[in-house]
């Protein structure tokens, strides 16, 4: 069974930072694209960043500079580190993974970027 599970939301301060991370279960995690998405209220999900398992990555223009994604394979665990947040990167931040045809998420964390 595939479990992703996000911790780490909060409360922040604009141009502060925050670590979002997800912890998996039940996939071969170290060949596995992990993703992060978000969907801040009223709009649609969108795609922040995603790693391969070679650590490839990719963001999404908005974040770029800002957020940096990881993976640390020996715990299983992908991160969300996000430096100089603004307030429209509120929204809830999702894990997200593909096994075969099946997209998998977690439950999501919220992360509020308010003074």
């Known amino acids: 069974q595939v479990q992703l599970v996000e911790s780490g939301g909060g409360l922040v301060q604009p141009g502060g930072s925050l670590r979002v991370s997800c912890v998996t279960a039940?996939?071969?995690?170290?060949?596995?694209?992990m993703a992060w998405h978000r969907q801040a209220p009223g709009k649609q999900r969108e795609l922040v960043a995603a790693?391969?398992?070679?650590?490839?990555?990719n963001y999404a223009d908005s974040v770029k500079g800002r957020f940096t994604i990881s993976r640390d394979n020996a715990k299983n665990t992908v991160l969300l580190q996000m430096n100089k947040l603004k307030p429209e990167d509120t929204a809830v931040y999702y894990c997200?993974?593909?096994?075969?045809?099946?997209?998998?998420w977690g439950q999501g964390t919220q992360v509020t970027v308010s003074s």
């Open positions: 790693i391969t398992r070679r650590s490839n990555t």
């Open positions: 039940g996939i071969i995690f170290n060949i596995t694209t």
């Open positions: 997200n993974t593909k096994v075969g045809a099946r997209d998998y």
